[in-house]
Protein backbone atom coordinates (compact mmCIF):
# COMPACT_ATOMS: atom_id res chain seq x y z
CA UNK A 1 0.00 0.00 0.00
CA UNK A 2 1.40 3.18 -0.91
CA UNK A 3 1.70 4.91 2.55
CA UNK A 4 4.10 7.29 4.10
CA UNK A 5 5.91 6.19 7.10
CA UNK A 6 3.43 6.22 10.39
CA UNK A 7 6.42 7.31 12.38
CA UNK A 8 6.19 10.91 10.73
CA UNK A 9 2.82 11.35 12.28
CA UNK A 10 4.17 12.77 15.38
CA UNK A 11 6.87 14.97 14.35
CA UNK A 12 5.88 18.88 15.17
CA UNK A 13 4.89 20.37 12.13
CA UNK A 14 5.17 24.24 11.28
CA UNK A 15 3.87 26.56 8.42
CA UNK A 16 6.22 27.73 5.44
CA UNK A 17 4.13 29.32 2.66
CA UNK A 18 5.38 27.98 -1.09
CA UNK A 19 5.72 30.40 -4.21
CA UNK A 20 6.58 30.33 -7.49
CA UNK A 21 9.97 31.26 -6.88
CA UNK A 22 12.26 30.58 -4.07
CA UNK A 23 13.02 33.59 -2.35
CA UNK A 24 15.51 35.08 -0.12
CA UNK A 25 14.28 34.25 2.83
CA UNK A 26 13.42 30.86 1.28
CA UNK A 27 17.07 30.22 0.88
CA UNK A 28 17.70 31.45 4.22
CA UNK A 29 14.85 29.37 6.77
CA UNK A 30 16.18 26.28 4.67
CA UNK A 31 20.02 26.29 4.17
CA UNK A 32 20.15 22.69 3.59
CA UNK A 33 17.95 23.24 0.67
CA UNK A 34 19.64 26.28 -0.59
CA UNK A 35 20.87 23.66 -3.70
CA UNK A 36 17.89 22.39 -4.51
CA UNK A 37 16.27 25.70 -4.73
CA UNK A 38 18.83 27.31 -6.67
CA UNK A 39 18.56 23.88 -9.08
CA UNK A 40 15.27 25.12 -10.06
CA UNK A 41 15.34 27.56 -12.92
CA UNK A 42 13.45 30.81 -12.54
CA UNK A 43 11.74 30.76 -15.95
CA UNK A 44 7.90 29.44 -17.06
CA UNK A 45 7.57 25.94 -15.97
CA UNK A 46 4.41 23.47 -17.22
CA UNK A 47 1.40 23.66 -14.72
CA UNK A 48 -0.84 20.77 -13.71
CA UNK A 49 -4.44 21.84 -12.81
CA UNK A 50 -6.45 20.17 -10.16
CA UNK A 51 -10.18 20.81 -10.94
CA UNK A 52 -11.53 19.61 -7.04
CA UNK A 53 -15.01 20.68 -8.55
CA UNK A 54 -16.66 22.58 -5.66
CA UNK A 55 -13.67 23.01 -3.56
CA UNK A 56 -12.15 24.44 -6.08
CA UNK A 57 -8.65 24.38 -8.15
CA UNK A 58 -5.38 23.43 -7.10
CA UNK A 59 -2.67 24.54 -9.70
CA UNK A 60 1.21 23.63 -9.23
CA UNK A 61 4.36 24.13 -11.33
CA UNK A 62 6.01 20.85 -12.23
CA UNK A 63 9.52 20.93 -11.74
CA UNK A 64 11.51 18.71 -14.52
CA UNK A 65 14.95 20.24 -13.25
CA UNK A 66 14.92 18.13 -9.71
CA UNK A 67 12.54 14.82 -11.18
CA UNK A 68 12.31 15.11 -15.25
CA UNK A 69 11.35 11.16 -15.18
CA UNK A 70 8.48 11.74 -12.70
CA UNK A 71 7.31 14.75 -14.26
CA UNK A 72 7.44 13.32 -17.60
CA UNK A 73 5.06 10.06 -15.71
CA UNK A 74 3.20 12.23 -14.37
CA UNK A 75 2.17 14.46 -17.31
CA UNK A 76 1.74 11.58 -19.73
CA UNK A 77 -0.82 10.19 -16.61
CA UNK A 78 -2.72 13.32 -16.81
CA UNK A 79 -2.90 13.66 -20.23
CA UNK A 80 -4.12 10.10 -20.97
CA UNK A 81 -7.05 11.11 -18.16
CA UNK A 82 -5.94 8.52 -16.00
CA UNK A 83 -6.22 11.09 -12.55
CA UNK A 84 -9.72 11.94 -13.84
CA UNK A 85 -12.61 10.42 -11.20
CA UNK A 86 -10.15 9.56 -8.41
CA UNK A 87 -9.66 11.02 -5.35
CA UNK A 88 -7.37 12.05 -2.71
CA UNK A 89 -8.51 8.89 -0.26
CA UNK A 90 -5.89 9.70 2.66
CA UNK A 91 -5.52 13.25 4.29
CA UNK A 92 -3.99 13.89 7.24
CA UNK A 93 -4.44 17.45 8.29
CA UNK A 94 -1.43 19.02 9.75
CA UNK A 95 0.80 16.60 7.55
CA UNK A 96 -0.49 15.83 3.77
CA UNK A 97 -3.22 15.10 1.36
CA UNK A 98 -2.59 11.83 -0.96
CA UNK A 99 -4.22 10.86 -4.28
CA UNK A 100 -3.83 9.42 -7.79
CA UNK A 101 -5.03 5.84 -6.89
CA UNK A 102 -7.07 4.71 -9.72
CA UNK A 103 -8.51 1.96 -7.64
CA UNK A 104 -10.49 4.81 -5.67
CA UNK A 105 -12.65 5.04 -9.24
CA UNK A 106 -14.62 1.80 -8.43
CA UNK A 107 -17.19 1.74 -5.58
CA UNK A 108 -15.51 -0.91 -2.83
CA UNK A 109 -13.16 1.37 -0.66
CA UNK A 110 -11.58 -1.11 0.67
CA UNK A 111 -8.60 -1.23 -2.17
CA UNK A 112 -8.13 2.19 -1.78
CA UNK A 113 -4.22 3.32 -1.79
CA UNK A 114 -3.14 0.01 -3.31
CA UNK A 115 -3.52 0.44 -6.83
CA UNK A 116 -0.89 2.74 -9.46
CA UNK A 117 -0.11 2.57 -13.23
CA UNK A 118 1.41 -0.26 -15.43
CA UNK A 119 4.84 0.79 -14.58
CA UNK A 120 6.40 2.69 -12.08
CA UNK A 121 9.37 5.06 -11.94
CA UNK A 122 12.80 5.37 -10.92
CA UNK A 123 13.50 7.47 -7.71
CA UNK A 124 14.95 11.09 -8.03
CA UNK A 125 15.20 11.86 -4.69
CA UNK A 126 16.79 15.54 -4.14
CA UNK A 127 17.35 17.93 -1.50
CA UNK A 128 14.46 20.19 -2.24
CA UNK A 129 11.95 20.93 1.10
CA UNK A 130 8.99 19.06 1.90
CA UNK A 131 7.40 22.43 2.76
CA UNK A 132 4.13 23.61 3.05
CA UNK A 133 2.68 23.25 -0.60
CA UNK A 134 5.51 20.79 -1.87
CA UNK A 135 4.26 17.89 -4.26
CA UNK A 136 5.82 14.70 -4.09
CA UNK A 137 5.84 11.15 -4.95
CA UNK A 138 4.35 8.05 -2.87
CA UNK A 139 5.77 4.52 -3.06
CA UNK A 140 5.69 1.72 -1.50
CA UNK A 141 8.24 1.57 1.33
CA UNK A 142 10.58 0.12 -1.24
CA UNK A 143 13.31 1.52 -4.23
CA UNK A 144 11.55 2.97 -7.55
CA UNK A 145 8.15 1.86 -6.31
CA UNK A 146 6.32 5.42 -6.98
CA UNK A 147 4.28 5.66 -10.44
CA UNK A 148 0.85 7.64 -10.02
CA UNK A 149 0.16 8.43 -6.18
CA UNK A 150 1.45 11.68 -5.16
CA UNK A 151 0.57 13.66 -1.93
CA UNK A 152 0.38 17.97 -1.11
CA UNK A 153 2.20 18.93 2.05
CA UNK A 154 0.27 20.55 4.10
CA UNK A 155 2.24 21.65 6.81
CA UNK A 156 6.35 21.41 6.49
CA UNK A 157 7.91 17.50 7.38
CA UNK A 158 11.03 17.91 6.49
CA UNK A 159 11.63 14.55 7.54
CA UNK A 160 10.22 13.52 3.81
CA UNK A 161 13.38 15.55 2.53
CA UNK A 162 15.28 12.94 0.58
CA UNK A 163 13.26 10.18 0.69
CA UNK A 164 10.04 11.00 -1.55
CA UNK A 165 10.64 12.33 -4.76
CA UNK A 166 9.41 15.92 -4.97
CA UNK A 167 8.45 16.96 -8.35
CA UNK A 168 5.86 20.40 -7.85
CA UNK A 169 4.89 22.91 -5.45
CA UNK A 170 1.78 24.30 -5.28
CA UNK A 171 1.33 28.06 -6.63
CA UNK A 172 -2.39 28.55 -6.52
CA UNK A 173 -5.25 26.94 -4.67
CA UNK A 174 -3.45 25.80 -0.97
CA UNK A 175 -6.75 27.12 0.22
CA UNK A 176 -8.79 24.18 -1.46
CA UNK A 177 -5.75 21.82 -0.17
CA UNK A 178 -6.62 23.55 3.80
CA UNK A 179 -10.55 22.79 2.60
CA UNK A 180 -10.01 19.15 2.07
CA UNK A 181 -8.18 18.88 5.45
CA UNK A 182 -11.03 19.97 7.28
CA UNK A 183 -13.01 17.09 5.75
CA UNK A 184 -14.78 14.92 7.56
CA UNK A 185 -12.14 12.36 7.97
CA UNK A 186 -13.17 8.46 8.66
CA UNK A 187 -9.31 8.69 10.68
CA UNK A 188 -9.87 5.17 12.39
CA UNK A 189 -10.78 3.09 9.07
CA UNK A 190 -14.81 2.25 10.10
CA UNK A 191 -15.97 2.63 6.61
CA UNK A 192 -12.40 1.75 4.77
CA UNK A 193 -9.12 2.10 5.11
CA UNK A 194 -7.73 4.73 7.39
CA UNK A 195 -7.41 8.79 6.66
CA UNK A 196 -9.99 8.65 4.11
CA UNK A 197 -12.50 11.57 3.85
CA UNK A 198 -15.99 10.28 4.59
CA UNK A 199 -19.08 10.80 4.11
CA UNK A 200 -18.04 13.51 1.97
CA UNK A 201 -15.03 12.28 -1.15
CA UNK A 202 -12.38 14.78 -1.92
CA UNK A 203 -13.04 13.87 -5.27
CA UNK A 204 -10.69 15.16 -8.62
CA UNK A 205 -12.80 15.76 -11.57
CA UNK A 206 -9.55 15.94 -13.50
CA UNK A 207 -5.61 16.79 -13.82
CA UNK A 208 -4.92 19.00 -17.26
CA UNK A 209 -1.74 20.53 -17.85
CA UNK A 210 -1.20 23.66 -19.17
CA UNK A 211 2.17 24.24 -21.15
CA UNK A 212 4.64 26.76 -20.07
CA UNK A 213 5.18 27.40 -24.03
CA UNK A 214 3.39 26.65 -26.98
CA UNK A 215 5.33 24.04 -29.31
CA UNK A 216 6.69 26.13 -31.59
CA UNK A 217 8.52 28.12 -29.07
CA UNK A 218 10.20 25.23 -27.55
CA UNK A 219 13.56 25.05 -27.72
CA UNK A 220 16.49 22.77 -26.61
CA UNK A 221 16.37 22.41 -22.43
CA UNK A 222 12.94 23.66 -22.32
CA UNK A 223 13.49 27.45 -22.86
CA UNK A 224 11.56 29.97 -25.17
CA UNK A 225 13.45 32.90 -27.14
CA UNK A 226 13.00 35.95 -24.92
CA UNK A 227 11.58 33.77 -22.11
CA UNK A 228 7.45 34.12 -24.05
CA UNK A 229 5.22 32.62 -22.11
CA UNK A 230 2.14 30.79 -24.15
Known sequence: MCRIHALLLGLALACCACGRESSPQQREAFPTASAAFEAVEERPHDEAVIDMGELGTI????????????????IELAEKGFYDGTYFHRVIPGFMIQGGDAATKNADPRDDGDGGPPRTVE???????????????????????????FFIVHQETRALDGLYTAFGRVIRGMEVVDAITELEIDAYGRYGPRDRPYPK???????????????DERVAGGAAPGGARR
Do not use: W
Open 201 to 215: DATVVSISIEPAYAP
Open 123 to 149: DEFSDYPHIRGTVSMANKGFPHSGGSQ
Open 59 to 74: RFELLPEIAPETVANF
